[in-house]
């Protein structure tokens, strides 16, 4: 077997893996350099400096796995690999502490303007009254978004003798209250807290996360730490709320753009910035590189990845009683997730129909995939679906029965919301996943893009209002359904979306006569 390795790895990592295979360092390859040799590898392992593009997939005619030493995957074209039948795997856990304890430090240095005073002191002033600090002791420090980062973030905090609050709409009350933390809500944390951190991965729902309105809820004295991702806060409104003194301070590790020259932030004396040096410690250097050579003897020794990105979550042995039911069993979790205003603690899934006979594992992991995936960058698979719904506290209950209705087979997943059950049924039509009830109102349509949900009491016209904003906004509508509960009740209403429509729009259809809100699904 031979490996090839295009980016700079930690000794450690390339001493386990020559003591298997043989293993040739080749870094600062380009696209046509790397083309040229890797039809002779069975393995790639990389960090973020390569770029693994579809020709490159294509021109690995040995390739069996590709081992990214850290988490994020954007530099590897993950669907290519996948149609090749090419594992891709990772190390996500490696960098976690180092990641929290930058965090950390990002947050005394803003604290303390150690950048700053350090600056000065270089530039031959001795100009201390103008970097009188704040101290953390006694403070709040609002964490959003608990996984492993958040989670490290939070009892570093707690040592430093600070009041944690933490939101994060997929984790359970009583987990992070046994760490000290005390969950909130969003607008409270930003409203109360002195420092925020945000511990999130950028997905479509994380994406400006905090932007101007949530950074008008902070205080006056409050300081934001991203070291997470950049996008997850609004750069320019970010630049706007500390040019306006609406917020004192922020510390930046990661960027929309790298490096960020053109930011308006680079120049702003109130933000500490790094270069996106969160996992930059020679202990997690040598973990990430550790466990990806790991996971990389793994695959070509022929056994199973702990942390495969895009291994099939379906054994080959089920694959044909169940494919017809992944996507549907993942898309239910994906919008029970968005419905939801509160915490999930709980959920009770029942297969109804032909299903109550098979084996569902895969289904449960590939719900509990769509439940919580949009809160992790560890990839949600067959064998970690379970230990991550445990460390979030999320409970999964399953019931099987017979009977399904006016349907061969039908998943139903049932949760608490704001004090009401609540659930979602769904079931497959030509192998296309449906929802065919949300709540009290049966209703169907097929599970593909944008889903505009609007609650409201039925009324001639309404729906040519709605058509009006949408066609004004230049959003089109594919497809509708309206279930109702009595003529002239309440009702709602679902459009399939060809485009994305914007909160504004949403903001319009929810002023409309009769109309009680909506909810947008992204799938």
């Known amino acids: 077997m031979r490996v090839l390795v295009s980016d700079p790895l930690a000794q450690d990592g390339l001493e386990l893996l020559r003591a298997e295979v043989i293993v040739d360092v080749e870094t600062g390859l380009d696209e046509d350099g790397l083309a040229a040799v890797i039809g002779e590898y069975d393995a790639l392992v990389v960090r973020s400096g390569t ?65 700053q005073a350090d600056a000065s002191l270089r530039a031959r002033k001795w100009a201390r009254k103008q970097f009188v600090g704040t101290e953390v002791n006694g403070k ?108 004192a301070g922020a510390a930046l590790d990661v960027f929309v753009s790298e490096p960020p020259f053109d930011s308006p932030l680079v120049n702003s004396p109130k933000v500490v910035l790094t270069p996106h040096l969160g996992a930059s410690t020679t202990e997690a250097q040598v973990a990430v590189a550790v466990d990806v050579v790991r996971e990389v003897l793994a695959v070509l020794a022929g056994e199973p990845a702990k942390h495969p990105v895009n291994a099939p979550m379906i054994p080959p042995e089920m694959q044909a009683q169940l494919l017809p039911f992944c996507e549907l069993a993942e898309k239910l979790g994906r919008s029970v997730s968005q419905l939801m205003d509160r915490r999930l603690s709980q959920v009770e899934v029942t297969y109804a129909g032909r299903l109550a006979d098979l084996n569902t594992d895969p289904l449960r992991a590939l719900l ?21 719904a445990r460390e979030r506290g999320l409970h999964v209950v399953e019931r099987k029965i017979e009977e399904a209705g006016h349907y061969a087979n039908l998943i139903t997943v049932r949760f608490q919301d704001n004090g009401a059950v609540r659930k979602v ?51 089109n509508i594919a497809f509708m359904a ?19 429509v914007p909160r504004e729009v949403r903001t319009e259809i929810e002023a409309l006569p009769n109309v009680y809100g909506t909810r947008l699904l992204e799938l």
């Open 51 to 115: 770029q693994v593009t579809e020709r490159i997939i294509e021109a690995g005619s040995r390739l069996q796995v590709i081992g990214r030493a850290g988490v994020g995957v954007d530099n590897i074209n993950v669907d290519a690999a996948t149609r090749r039948g090419i594992l891709v795997v990772n190390a996500p856990d490696g960098n976690t502490l180092a990641a929290a304890e930058h965090t950390i430090a990002m947050m005394l240095s803003l604290a303390r303007h150690i950048p």
């Open 368 to 388: 509990i995939k769509g439940l919580l995936q949009p809160a992790t960058e560890t990839q949600i698979t067959l064998v970690n679906a379970n230990l991550i």
């Open 425 to 475: 049924s769904g079931t497959t039509v030509r192998d296309e996943p449906h929802i065919v009830q949300i709540d009290e109102y049966q209703i169907d349509f097929t599970l593909r893009g944008h889903q505009l949900l609007i609650y409201h009491c039925d009324r001639p016209g309404l729906i040519g209002s709605v058509g009006q904003l949408t066609g004004k906004a230049d959003v």
């Open 482 to 500: 309206v279930g109702r509960l009595e003529p002239r009740g309440t009702s709602l209403m679902v459009l399939t979306l060809d485009e994305y």
């Open 140 to 247: 709040t420090l609002g964490v959003i978004g608990l996984g492993r980062i958040g989670r490290e973030v939070a009892s570093r905090a707690r040592g430093l003798r600070m009041r944690v609050v933490g939101y994060d709409p997929y984790m359970a009350s009583e987990p992070a209250e046994q760490l000290g933390i005390e969950m909130v809500q969003l607008d409270e944390l930003l409203a109360e807290s002195d420092f925020i951190t945000v511990h999130v991965p950028l997905t479509s729902d994380t994406r400006d996360l905090i932007g101007e309105r949530e950074l008008g809820l902070m205080k006056p004295t409050a300081r934001i730490i991203n070291c997470a991702r950049g996008g997850v806060v609004n750069e320019d409104e970010l630049a706007q709320a500390l040019e306006t003194n609406r917020i």
